[in-house]
């Protein structure tokens, strides 16, 4: 059973960066897509970014939704077993719980829609106060 953890959440000034990681266990990440999302107290889960399944290779697609495109990037470490989410440029409106997903399904290489992912881990906070 794949199990998914967070880190790297905390807090942070705006204008500063965090780097989050979605480490696995029980089973090779390679072979699942990543997603990346979070959610705001009040607000609903909304999608950051995604990595395609790389299936042992070192290239993988990304995609990216809204304010993330240009300030977040996401990446693999296949060696770690770990996928990351790089944030620079953050400000107030990025504070939320962020968690990852994983998904086997195969009729497209990125997916957006939670409903897509079948395993989640349970979130880090981000907070971007000063």
């Known amino acids: 059973q794949l199990q998914l953890v967070e880190s790297g959440g905390g807090l942070v000034q705006p204008g500063g960066s965090l780097r989050l990681a979605c480490a696995a266990s029980?089973?090779?990440?390679?072979?699942?897509?990543i997603g990346w999302f979070r959610q705001a107290s009040g607000k609903e889960r909304e999608p950051i970014a995604c990595?395609?399944?790389?299936?042992?290779?070192?290239?993988?697609?990304?995609n990216y939704r809204g304010s993330a495109k240009g300030r977040f990037t996401i990446s693999r470490d296949n060696a770690k077993n770990t996928v990351y989410l790089r944030m620079d440029s953050l400000n107030p409106r990025n504070t939320a719980v962020y968690s990852c997903?994983?998904?086997?399904?195969?009729?497209?290489?990125?997916?957006?829609?939670?409903?897509?992912?079948?395993?989640w881990g349970n979130g880090t906070r981000v907070t971007v106060s000063s």
């Open positions: 997903a994983a998904s086997n399904y195969t009729y497209k290489w990125y997916f957006f829609n939670p409903k897509d992912y079948q395993f």
């Open positions: 990595v395609s399944r790389s299936d042992g290779k070192t290239d993988y697609r990304t």
């Open positions: 029980g089973v090779t990440l390679d072979t699942y897509a």
